[in-house]
Nanobody, 115 residues
Framework: VQLQASGGGLVQAGGSLRLSCAASGRTFSTYAMAWFRQTPGKEREFVAR???????YYADFAKGRFTISRDNAKNTVYLQMNSLKPEDTAVYYC??????????WGQGTQVTVSS
């Protein structure tokens, strides 16, 4: 599986963005998928994940504002981000796991939230 993230951009505080992560390969449905984010000088942090049964899990800061979903027919995972805050500014990465940790990563997409 190879991952290609897109959908980042510049948005005002309170706005919304939807990130997409398209996966190559025929086994997408067998991977758990996740979004992480990273800002300069900080460690990459978990945002949300969706498992193969489409169960979802969120970091506390994402609960109620972000929604992760997957479309296995399109080999794509999404992150809908609403009520964005300047502190959400980061490079967002999608990742895939076949059960041995998050070992497949996309290239990242920049999200900038202006105040």
């Amino acid at each position: 599986v190879q991952l290609q993230a897109s959908g980042g951009g510049l948005v005002q505080a309170g706005g919304s963005l939807r990130l997409s992560c398209a996966a190559s390969g025929r086994t997408f449905s067998t991977y758990a998928m996740a979004w992480f984010r990273q800002t300069p000088g900080k460690e990459r942090e978990f945002v949300a994940r969706v498992d193969v049964a489409s169960r979802t899990y969120y970091a506390d800061f994402a609960k109620g504002r972000f929604t992760i979903s997957r479309d296995n027919a399109k080999n794509t995972v999404y992150l809908q981000m609403n009520s964005l805050k300047p502190e959400d500014t980061a490079v967002y990465y999608c990742a895939a796991s076949s059960g041995r940790g998050w070992n497949i990563w996309g290239q990242g997409t920049q999200v900038t939230v202006s105040s």
